[in-house]
């Protein structure tokens, strides 16, 4: 039996002690729909079985088949309270759940997470779980992010079924159902609006062990003395305590502000009401061993660190939505996050997205065909999933951005979808197409540009804030620490790591650094790690090689900030 992963609580901003974590061995049978043939495993739960962590590894799910998992759990009558929930963290892609061979429900959408109710299902002592799972990759027109049966190059290893943490917990019927936290810098005050079906509950925000502000109401608009902002510099955070006549959740909030301001020349993106230079690194979240789901807890935090020693202050988190404890530990440690949506629709056509952008070939996103979105139910499955990510990351103290879309894949709508998105959220800051294919001054608050192959430039007289997010991508091949001894790529392959940080210096104080005077509010250098055949990240696939000195680092990012 595998050591069990991820069993810290997985909802740190809603947090409850009625908790049981479902990680671990579970049965596992992958057949043909039907079932035609079927192989029977064990399976480390929440690894996918694509991957090496979920001790399978040796197979690839395809459109026609399915996997089928099970496992028994208990249920104590002290644990059973008025209503039973079952938690997934995420599950690639389609499911249906059973419990004690009854239905509980079933689901649709790779990287959300979901529940069901269970109250009835469920008995004290032995209870089952039976979760069928299908999954049609890129075959399909759902958000899959970089997921592709013939993976290679920018594509990687596709896997399916449990991904994130699966859970139980029992709660009593007036139950802290979700919050809303919404600082208020400005005016030194928080808004929390609390979901429950309960007439009687308290709030209590907390610094450190000390009270320091409470009320009783549902929508509570509570003054917070002597604020201490949040910043990447100085991550200061509230606890807050909510209680019913029968529940009691723990969640916390930063006090910090995210805008767009003028500094006499340019507009910037401001923190906290000043000007602030985003220096950060596109983040894909892919482990050699777990691909989408990190290796456990501790991985997330050094990986973050590192970043964060080197002296980055952002991460963009690419076409994924991570696991929430990952948020939490950006919040904590203190890193910034764009939150890029995950991209899906038609097939990506390279010719359309990555060879006439260089040309300068422009399009209308509301005519469809050409960026691969006629399907309806594939557009509207999109912004639905839109409208979930934006509720579920709502009270993310580091999300300072969203980005829409990705160099024209999935694109479709921008202008509309901008507007919805500012609805829905009015307090982050919006890339609507990063890349290209932008629709114009009105549809964006960003120019987003990309620049791997060109010398970095601006645009001269753009009205936006100017933003390179995405830029570099120097790569080393480090021996012994790569996927495919014979298979590389990356846009600029050095030679030795004297190289690569002669190079990198080059690129940052000739290039990068002038433009800040020319009205460049952010840079996103590609990228975190190394991924499968990309061998473009400051580490390696594996985590073990740091391919530039910390140090080197340090003191060029230091110089990324206004003057």
Not at 314 to 323: C, D, G, S, T
Not at 361 to 384: M, P
Not at 495 to 520: F, Q, T
Request: aromatic content about 12%.
């Amino acid at each position: 039996m595998k050591i069990i992963s991820h069993t810290e609580y997985p909802r740190p901003q809603l947090e409850r002690i009625s908790y049981i974590n479902l990680n671990g061995e579970w049965d596992l049978s992958h057949s043909k729909q039907g079932p035609v043939t079927k192989t029977n495993y064990k399976i480390n739960v929440p690894f996918s079985p694509e991957t090496s962590a979920s001790g399978i590894g040796n197979f690839i799910l395809q459109p026609n088949e399915e996997l089928i998992y099970k496992r028994e759990f208990d249920l104590s009558s002290e644990f059973i309270k008025e209503i039973t929930l079952l938690h997934f963290g995420a599950v690639d892609y389609a499911c249906v759940c059973y419990i004690n061979k009854k239905e509980a429900g079933s689901h649709k959408g790779g990287f959300l997470p979901f529940q069901f109710d269970i109250t009835r299902l469920i008995q004290i002592g032995k209870n089952e779980i039976q979760l069928i799972v299908t999954d049609p990759t890129d075959t399909g027109t759902q958000s899959r992010g970089k997921q592709k049966l013939k993976r290679g190059g920018i594509w990687y290893t596709p896997q399916s079924g449990i991904w994130q943490t699966v859970w139980l917990e029992s709660v009593s019927k007036d139950y802290v159902k979700d919050l809303k936290i919404t600082p208020n810098i400005d005016t030194e005050s928080v808004e929390i609006i609390v979901d429950t079906e309960s007439s009687a509950i308290t709030i209590q925000i907390l610094d450190g062990e000390k009270i320091i502000a409470e009320s009783s109401k549902q929508n509570a608009n509570i003054k917070i003395p002597n604020m201490q902002l949040w910043s990447p510099d100085d991550p200061k955070l509230y606890s807050v305590l909510i209680k019913t006549p029968g529940d009691a959740v723990k969640s916390y909030f930063g006090m910090r502000k995210f805008s767009i301001g003028f500094d006499g020349k340019f507009k910037r993106l401001f923190l906290n009401n000043k000007p602030y230079f985003h220096n950060g690194l596109l983040d894909q979240g892919y482990w050699s061993e777990g691909l989408l789901t990190p290796p456990d807890d501790e991985s997330m935090v050094k990986e973050i660190k590192l970043m964060k020693e080197m002296g980055f202050n952002m991460l963009r988190k690419h076409i994924k939505i991570e696991p929430l404890r990952w948020y939490y530990h950006c919040d904590r440690l203190g890193i910034l996050v764009w939150q890029d949506f995950v991209c899906g629709g038609g097939p990506y056509e390279a010719w359309k997205v990555a060879y006439l952008p260089f040309i300068g070939w422009k399009t209308n996103d509301t005519k469809y065909k050409f960026l691969n979105r006629t399907d309806e139910s594939g557009r509207n499955e999109f912004i639905s999933e839109m409208n979930k990510t934006v509720n579920l990351l709502k009270n993310t103290v580091s999300l300072s951005v969203w980005v829409l879309f990705n160099e024209g894949w999935g694109q479709f709508d921008s202008i509309k979808l901008t507007s919805e998105l500012k609805k829905l959220d009015n307090t982050r800051t919006i890339d609507s197409v990063s890349g290209w294919y932008d629709q114009g001054k009105d549809s964006s608050d960003l120019k987003s540009l990309h620049l791997y192959y060109q010398k970095l430039k601006v645009p001269k007289n753009e009205k936006r804030v100017i933003v390179l997010s995405e830029f570099g991508g120097y790569s080393l091949k480090t021996d012994g620490h790569v996927y495919d001894e014979n298979k590389l790529f990356g846009y600029k392959i050095l030679p030795n790591k004297e190289s690569l940080e002669k190079e990198y210096r080059n690129l940052i104080e000739k290039e990068l650094i002038p433009l800040i005077d020319k009205g460049l509010s952010a840079s996103i250098y590609t990228q975190v790690s190394d991924v499968e055949e990309e061998i473009n990240g400051i580490v390696t696939f594996d985590r073990k090689v740091v391919k530039f000195d910390i140090d080197f680092m340090r003191k060029l990012n230091s110089k990324l900030v206004y003057r």
